[in-house]
């Protein structure tokens, strides 16, 4: 019996019991589903994180002073000072930012609430993702001259004026005992900013103002992190090390200061969600074993139930090898089409489900191609036995048998 006629009869004895034939390629359907679902998933929320360090901003170091070591003095501080020798000390260092927070109170009319005003400089949206829904964002003029210019959320705008397209009106901020007129520049979309993020959920307003503002008030800023966002050509370790050096120097101490990598927290990101994704999907697996035991019980009734075809083809002339082959395509192509069937669904359940979560499932075609030959190889080995069984027969006693 050659190949074409192999199958050919592997295929007629799957149409000739249908629902038998389903049954034993449901454990294999159950357990690829479920392995590329989890796959599909883990990938997907895997690249949702990687995008979100990403909108934070690649190729970044961040600087800190050393809080827990004693010997931290208010001069180790950073400074604006700061800022600006190692932007122009370092050319690789496109931008540096330094968060600072300030809880006041804003005053629109009759209406005036609560916000926390995020002090920073055009830099921040250079490595922090913000996306602008009126107006614009902050700018170098609006820094290095100190202009009381104001950013506010889309929410404050909605319940301060009753609408977000607030540009060039003005509001009243209170904060530290100061009391100053701001012209609104731009409406900051909901979620899109992270400093946003922090806030959502709490009843606070948010907004952003330059850095400068502080100074001018004659307050003395100092910040204990700073962000610097690095060009992608230049080495980060040796950056980070070049920036501890100079701060070293201006502010005439040691080891006070520490830098690491902005992406270095990914590695471990990365490495604990693959982890969980193969245990998971380790487990669905668990599935696949039990549908390849399904097709080898299948397979060995479907032996006892064929002894005397099987004594009928060895009179004829049929070689151990031709029965064996035989029963292995049967059981082969059982576990393909099972295989096929599941990867279709397991497709569409990692969308629907991606959908839910709202998460966008990622299939890669690496994962495919090892799901059709994982259920290859378990039709292979869970048909070796019973194919083996039926290939070993006695043709006298198969005709004999009743």
């Known amino acids: 019996m050659n190949v074409m006629e192999s199958f050919k009869s592997a295929l007629y004895s799957v149409r000739a019991n249908k629902m038998r034939s389903f049954l034993t390629m449901l ?3 159950i357990g690829i589903s479920s392995v590329i679902t989890i796959v599909s998933i883990g990938e997907g929320g895997k690249n949702a994180i990687i995008g979100e360090f990403e909108d934070i901003g690649k190729n970044t170091v961040n600087v800190q002073v050393n809080s827990r070591t004693m010997d931290v003095k208010s001069s180790d501080y950073f400074t604006m000072k700061d800022i ?15 968060p600072f927070s300030v809880y006041g109170k804003i005053n629109a009319g009759k209406k005036n609430k609560e916000i926390i005003l995020q002090a920073t400089t055009e830099d921040y949206f250079k490595i922090k993702k913000t996306e602008i829904l009126h107006g614009r964002l902050l700018n170098s003029g609006d820094v290095q001259s100190s202009r009381q210019v104001i950013l506010i959320d889309e929410k404050a705008a909605l319940e301060l004026f009753g609408r977000t397209d607030v540009v060039g009106e003005k509001v009243s901020v209170n904060f530290w005992e100061n009391t100053s007129s701001y012209n609104i520049v731009g409406v900051l979309k909901l979620n899109d900013s992270e400093f946003i993020q922090m806030l959502e959920g709490s009843s606070f307003y948010s907004g952003m103002i330059p850095l400068t503002v502080l100074n001018k008030m004659s307050f003395n800023i100092d910040f204990s992190y700073m962000t610097a966002k690095v060009d992608a050509s230049a080495d980060l370790g040796q950056t980070a090390k070049k920036i501890v050096k100079l701060l070293e120097n201006s502010h005439r101490n040691k080891g006070i200061y520490y830098a690491e990598e902005g992406f270095k927290e990914l590695d471990m990101v990365n490495s604990v969600l693959a982890t969980f994704t193969a245990v998971i999907g380790a487990i669905a697996g668990i599935s696949l ?7 080898m019980n299948i397979m060995l009734v479907s032996v006892t139930e064929r002894t005397r075809e099987i004594g009928i083809r060895k009179a004829l002339g049929a070689k151990k090898k031709d029965i064996l082959f035989q029963f292995l395509t049967e059981s082969l192509i059982l576990c393909l089409i099972g295989g096929t069937i599941g990867l279709g669904l397991g497709v569409g359940l990692g969308a629907l489900v991606g959908s839910f979560i709202k998460v966008e499932a990622a299939v890669s075609h690496i994962i495919l191609i090892v799901a059709v030959a994982f259920s290859s190889a378990v039709g292979i080995f869970f048909g070796l036995y019973p194919a083996n069984k039926a290939a070993k027969l006695d043709p006298i006693e198969a005709l004999r048998y009743e």
């Open 27 to 29: 454990g294999i359907i």
């Open 84 to 98: 600006e020798m190692l932007k122009s000390m370092l050319p690789e260092v496109t931008a540096i930012v330094s």
């Open 289 to 295: 074993v039990v549908g390849g035991i399904g097709v």
